[in-house]
Every structure is written in structure tokens, then in C-alpha cells.
């Protein structure tokens, strides 16, 4: 390694580690932390310590599942940046699910839930899979007496449930990347490869339009042809939930924290690496008669292909964190 990415690597762990001093000493001492800004949470269910921590323990409590074999946490692994290392995710007895299981990072963060955004709240999200019989494959009636067996979980409803789960989702995040850094006046956290991909993610390969603001994604949907095949939709996305012809194999822009690490993508999991990914928006996605606007041939060089990828797999790649910190009096 060459002293430069030595010195850029040490300076990245001493910020970082700073950074998350700071963090901590504002959640212990009554400060907001940087994360709760912008967060959607609405006002019968306020961030609460107590409750997310029950909402945590929910995320990985099996019991959650009609075969006890399955929690959350099965299809959005913390170890996988709380998304799935499989391509299409796998429900009660084995039934294999439709679609990928997206990231969890920065949910508390966004407009709707779910790739065709269903869901318009995470507390409504949070209880969908549940119930749905290709997942979980409950009844929230079992699922209630089996969980008030533990008296952690006693007097637990239907309603505070899911406020206790959507706490905790809102608390998963990502923070702390190379990019958080160097917006932060850190010039020495990317390397001048990473600079050339930042450079195309801003303008030649159009990543920006899509993949905007501090989370990497607009919140909207966008049809880039992934559900094309065959001279047909395989996937309605986002038309089957408004039934309007523009959403026609449209999926919610996710985004690209960590980025790097948590392959397979799209929708439907069927792109395995950032190559592929790199290489399908490079030739313009698929064609398709309800193709967006935005999607068109890049026509990247290899060395600018390798300049992106740098970018998207290196300085999107941060610290992971849940939960909250009890206020201490």
C-alpha cells in the first residue's frame, strides 16, 4: 500500500471515530443526533429509547413467524447492510418470494415503503410481512398470544407492535463513508480515481438524477427496463399499486449506501455484482415502451467504468449503526 493511501486510510478511521464520539456524547447528553434530521416520524409514535429497544429485540424474535424459523432479520441481515445476500428472499416453508429484499439503511428517511412503495409509513410496512402468507404467514391474533408468553412483550397490541418495529427500522443507518467525510472538508479521503468516479456519478453517467441527496436516491420510481423481458413486463412495480400507465415496471431509486456491500441489486436481485450494474445503465438499460426518460447509453470507457466503481464501492461504504442510546439523567 502507498504511504498517500495509507495516510488517507488512517485519517478516515480518526475522523470516523471522532465523529461517532461526538455522536454519542449528543444522544447521552440531550442533542439531537445528525441521523433524526429529516426523519419521518409521525406524532403518535415519537423516537423513544425504550421502545426501539423492544422494536430490536421484534426484528430478530422468530416467534414472529408462523414455523418459528424466520424473523426480520432472515431476510434483512445486519451482516448484509439489513439486506439479503440471496437474490429472490425466502419465506415460510421454503416459498420463495417475488422480489429482493431491499436495504433497511435510511428507511426512517423515506417517502414510502416497499420497491412499488405500498406502504406509506414504516409502521404500516413494518406489519405487511407478517401476515403475508409467502413470508411470515401469521395472524396477528397468534402472533400476539405467542408473543405475550414473554413478559417483556405483555399487554404488546397490534398498534404497538408495529410502533416498536418502526422505531427500530428508523434507527438503521449508514454514516460516516469516505464521501460524508470529504463533503466535510476531508480533501484526502478519496483517491484521485475516486475523484474521477465522483466526477461521472455527478455528470456522464447520470447516477445523480436518480441517486440524489444525502441517502443516494430520490424516492421516486423509475422504470429502467429490469422488469423487461421476453417483449413483456414481468413485474408491474409501481402500476399495480396506482394503476397509472407511467409506473408500468417502475421500482422505487434505492439507495446506495453501502452499496458495495450488499449485492445482488435491482429489484428482482438478478444483477450479482456493481460490474453488471455498471455495464446494464451503461448500454441504456432495457427498452421497453415505458422506459424513463433518463435511462440512455452512457458510452463509458473501461477506465471510467473502473473510476465509478471505485467510487460506489469504496466511499459509500461507511459504519453501520442501529438503535438509540438511553438519555442518562
Not at 259 to 286: C, K, W
Request: charged share 20%; aromatic share 10%.
Amino acid at each position: 500500500m502507498k504511504p498517500s493511501h495509507i495516510g488517507r486510510s488512517l485519517a478516515k478511521l480518526f475522523t470516523a471515530t471522532l465523529l461517532g464520539t461526538v455522536l454519542t456524547y449528543g444522544q447521552q447528553y440531550g442533542s439531537a443526533p445528525a441521523w433524526v434530521k429529516g426523519m419521518k416520524t409521525p406524532a403518535p409514535n415519537p423516537l423513544d429509547a425504550s421502545k426501539v429497544a423492544m422494536g430490536k429485540s421484534l426484528f430478530f424474535d422468530n416467534r414472529l413467524s408462523v414455523d418459528g424459523w424466520i424473523s426480520c432479520s432472515s431476510c434483512h441481515d445486519p451482516m448484509h447492510a439489513f439486506s439479503d445476500a440471496r437474490r429472490l428472499s425466502v419465506g415460510v416453508s421454503g416459498q420463495r418470494g417475488k422480489r429482493h429484499a431491499p436495504s433497511l439503511l435510511g428507511r426512517g428517511l423515506g417517502e414510502s415503503q416497499f420497491w412499488d412503495g405500498r406502504a406509506a409509513s414504516l409502521e404500516e410496512q413494518v406489519l405487511q410481512p407478517i401476515v403475508n402468507p409467502d413470508e411470515m404467514g401469521m395472524t396477528f391474533e397468534t402472533v400476539l398470544q405467542r408473543l405475550h408468553q414473554n413478559p417483556f412483550y405483555r399487554g404488546l397490541t397490534r398498534e404497538s407492535l408495529a410502533d416498536a418495529l418502526a422505531s427500530y427500522v428508523r434507527t438503521i443507518r449508514s454514516e460516516n463513508n469516505s464521501f460524508d467525510l470529504f463533503i466535510s472538508g476531508w480533501p484526502d479521503m478519496l483517491s484521485e480515481t475516486e475523484l474521477e468516479g465522483l466526477r461521472l456519478f455527478r455528470g456522464k453517467a447520470r447516477c445523480y438524477i436518480c441517486h440524489a441527496g444525502n441517502q443516494f436516491t430520490d424516492e421516486s420510481f423509475h422504470n429502467t427496463g429490469m422488469a423487461w423481458s421476453g417483449g413483456a413486463l414481468q413485474d408491474e412495480g409501481r402500476a399495480a399499486i396506482t394503476g397509472k400507465p407511467y409506473h408500468k415496471g417502475a421500482f422505487k431509486t434505492p439507495s446506495l449506501r453501502e452499496v458495495g456491500q450488499r449485492g445482488p441489486y435491482m429489484h428482482d436481485g438478478s444483477l450479482a455484482t456493481l460490474e453488471e450494474v455498471i455495464e446494464f445503465y451503461d448500454r441504456g438499460g432495457n427498452n421497453n415502451p415505458y422506459l424513463d426518460e433518463n435511462i440512455v447509453p452512457l458510452h463509458l470507457s473501461p477506465a471510467e467504468k473502473k473510476a465509478l466503481l471505485a467510487f460506489l464501492r469504496n466511499c459509500l461504504t461507511g459504519y453501520i449503526r442501529d438503535g438509540m442510546i438511553k438519555k442518562t439523567n
